[in-house]
Nanobody
Framework: QVQLVESGGGSVQAGGSLRLSCAAS????????TGWFRQAPGKQREGVAR????????YYPDSVKGRFTISQDNAKNTVYLQMNNLKPEDTAMYYC????????????????WGQGTQVPVSS
């Protein structure tokens, strides 16, 4: 059973940084891709980063490009999201997710999810 556990969230002031971690377990071979998503109250869920496990190719939307960095440590089965220069509009619940299917990776339609970690950013 695939399990994803996020950690590292917490309150931060605008301009600050946080690093989120996502520890994965329950599968013998790596996922095809892992991503980070966020959802603020009253807003749609937004994909903020994606990394392909083998190629390490990454994707970021314009809203976070240049400020967020996704990385992975395959030995630890852990994916990270380094968030710099945080803004109040980054306030959201952040989720880690994984997919084993190419079309799901490409469309950000992931099917394995963690429970989320809250990131409030104050101005």
């Amino acid at each position: 059973q695939v399990q994803l556990v996020e950690s590292g969230g917490g309150s931060v002031q605008a301009g600050g940084s946080l690093r989120l971690s996502c520890a994965a377990s329950g599968y013998t071979s790596g996922s095809l891709c892992t991503g980070w998503f966020r959802q603020a109250p009253g807003k749609q869920r937004e994909g903020v980063a994606r990394i392909y496990t083998r190629s390490r190719e990454t994707y970021y939307p314009d809203s976070v490009k240049g400020r967020f960095t996704i990385s992975q440590d395959n030995a630890k089965n852990t994916v990270y999201l380094q968030m710099n220069n945080l803004k109040p509009e980054d306030t959201a619940m952040y989720y880690c997710a994984a997919a084993f299917d190419g079309s799901r990776c490409l469309s950000l339609d992931f099917n394995y999810w963690g429970q989320g970690t809250q990131v409030p950013v104050s101005s």
